[in-house]
């Protein structure tokens, strides 16, 4: 008999595979089907031994699933198969479209779980020892997209650049010029920034300066995306990237 149809959204985590939740597998192993996206650690797939495995996310040169596609995919696995887990990077609500799928969903009567994950915006900065929040030096921060539904820079990012807080930006990589001279023009060119890209893999690379000098580092390092750009003083808190701003902290002085 065909299992009853329904939908789990699971964040898979940033992309360490340990990353996901102890509730993610438990879905992952119930799960009939698995639609999963390009960020996705292929190891989690073992856990959903006997699911039919669908990609759904864009491969270099190949075509992308649109939106409207994955629903449809979804609604008709759960009709065919039963239990759709859909698995999502990081968490599915962050800049993930899940409330979409899970919004298309419910109007079929599909019964729909959301198991959350640990978004990249906290876990890749974690990773590599950046607080986004600490005493005397940062009191809140803020997760933007780089890059808005029309393809504009944020206005987010052109208002937090008057704060004191944090930024994060995700999807931000090819509006990093555009990026780096709002920050400039609210006189933050001295303000320490690293970008990480596939942040938690065992493809992670790292590029830290400052606001001024980062375009330079994202050329010479060749960073692309997947990556997070992280702007703030909590940087240089970081016990693993502290040492490259004493340097440059030596480098000025013996220049003066
Ligand atoms: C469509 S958003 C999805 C974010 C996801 N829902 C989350 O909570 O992490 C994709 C963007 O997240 C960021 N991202 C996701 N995983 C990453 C990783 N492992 N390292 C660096 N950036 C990552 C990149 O900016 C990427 O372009």
């Not at 040169?61 to 994955?70: F, K, L, P, T, V």
């Not at 930006?169 to 010029?177: Q, R, S, V």
């Not at 050329?219 to 040492?243: C, D, F, M, T």
């Amino acid at each position: 008999m065909k299992n009853e149809a329904r939908l789990t959204l699971v964040g898979a985590g940033p992309g360490d595979p340990d990353l996901i939740t102890i509730k993610g597998i438990k879905a992952l192993a119930e799960a009939d089907v698995v639609l999963y996206d390009a960020l996705i650690s292929k190891e989690l797939l073992k856990y959903a031994p006997n699911a039919l495995k669908i990609f759904v996310g864009k491969r270099k040169g190949n075509h992308r699933y649109s939106q409207d596609e994955i629903n449809a995919l979804i609604i008709e696995n759960a009709f065919n198969y039963g239990h759709v887990v859909r698995l999502k990077g990081g968490d599915p609500f962050i800049f993930g479209r899940g409330s979409e799928e899970i919004n298309y969903v419910d109007n079929f009567g599909i019964p729909c779980t959301i198991v959350p994950g640990i978004s990249s915006s906290l876990a890749v900065p974690a990773n590599v020892g950046i607080p986004l929040t600490k005493r005397k030096v940062s009191e809140s921060f803020w997760v933007i997209t780089g890059c808005t539904s029309n393809r504009k820079l944020s206005n987010d990012i052109k208002i937090a650049s008057q704060t004191s807080a944090t930024l994060v930006i995700l999807m931000g990589m090819h509006k990093i010029k555009e990026i780096t001279s709002v920050l400039q023009k609210n006189n933050k060119g001295d303000t320490p920034i690293a970008i990480i890209q596939n942040g938690t893999t065992q493809n992670e690379r790292i590029g830290v300066g400052t606001v001024n000098n980062i375009l330079e580092i994202v050329s010479s390092k060749k960073l692309s995306s997947p990556a997070i750009i992280i702007i703030g003083e909590v940087v240089k808190e970081s016990i693993k990237l502290r040492s490259f701003y004493e340097n440059i902290y030596l480098n000025n002085i013996s220049a003066a």
